[in-house]
């Protein structure tokens, strides 16, 4: 059974410093990985999605890698801002799981002014 | 982009009432709808999966007959909590993916918060 794990669970940096958020999943044979975030009481935002066979992805101040072979994906956010203040969870899609996504523990992420 | 509503955003009831969470895809048509329960805190735990025109797949320990799911229409999706319990209150999630839509990607709805008293 696949199981994602996320560290830290929370974070607090001020504004301005780059920051890394870690996801781990234990069954390597993965079909692609995401990254979402979301706000206090609110849905899930897709950030970014890395294919199997892809080892990075990037998307403005957002950069997130993929290592399949050692069961890890990095989230790396640059010039952090007030406004990524957010929930950040990874969700990994096993195949032969009918597109069924295994969600992490989440990085609860404060930017301070 | 692919958009997904769900109605209504928030509900209170009282214990024993049913109540229904309906998910849609506005712009698309979701052969596949997944909900999703979130405890505050805690991260997205899969209920079930429901394709279009056929019964829905339940998560191991979800129960099917409290939690009714019904995929009538490529764009639809309802979610019943009958009979619920103070324990049921939670944000449920849906998500949906299929037609026209990046099969690799789930696009999920802003959710719903059940608060049962």
């Known amino acids: 059974k696949q199981e994602v794990t996320q560290i830290p669970a929370a974070l607090s940096v001020p504004e301005g410093e780059n920051l890394v958020l870690n996801c781990s999943f234990t069954?390597?044979?993965?079909?692609?990985l995401q990254w979402f975030r979301q706000d206090p009481g609110k849905g899930l935002t897709s950030l970014l999605l890395?294919?199997?066979?892809?080892r990075e992805q990037t998307s403005g101040r957002l950069n997130a890698s993929l290592d399949k072979s050692s069961g890890r994906s990095t989230l790396y956010i640059a010039a952090s801002q007030p406004g990524d203040s957010a929930t950040y969870l990874c969700?990994?899609?096993?195949?032969?799981?009918?597109?069924?996504?295994?969600f992490g523990t989440g990085t609860r992420l404060q930017v301070t002014l | 982009g692919a958009v997904v509503s769900q109605h209504p955003s928030w509900v209170i009831c009282k214990s024993g009432t049913s109540v229904k969470i309906e998910c849609r895809s506005l712009?698309?048509?979701?052969?596949?709808m997944f909900w999703y329960r979130q405890f505050p805190k805690q991260s997205l735990m899969l209920m079930a999966t429901s394709n279009e025109g056929s019964k829905a797949t339940y998560e191991q320990g979800v129960e099917k007959d409290k939690f009714l799911i019904n995929h009538a229409s490529l764009t639809l999706s309802t979610l019943t909590v009958t009979s619920a319990h103070p324990e049921d209150s939670s944000f449920y999630i849906c998500s949906a993916t299929g037609l026209a839509a990046s099969t690799d990607t789930q696009y999920f709805g802003p959710g719903t918060r059940l608060t049962v008293l």
């Open positions: 969700a990994v899609r096993t195949p032969g799981t009918a597109s069924k996504l295994t």
């Open positions: 890395i294919q199997s066979s892809q």
């Open positions: 069954d390597s044979a993965i079909y692609n």
């Open positions: 712009d698309f048509q979701a052969t596949t």
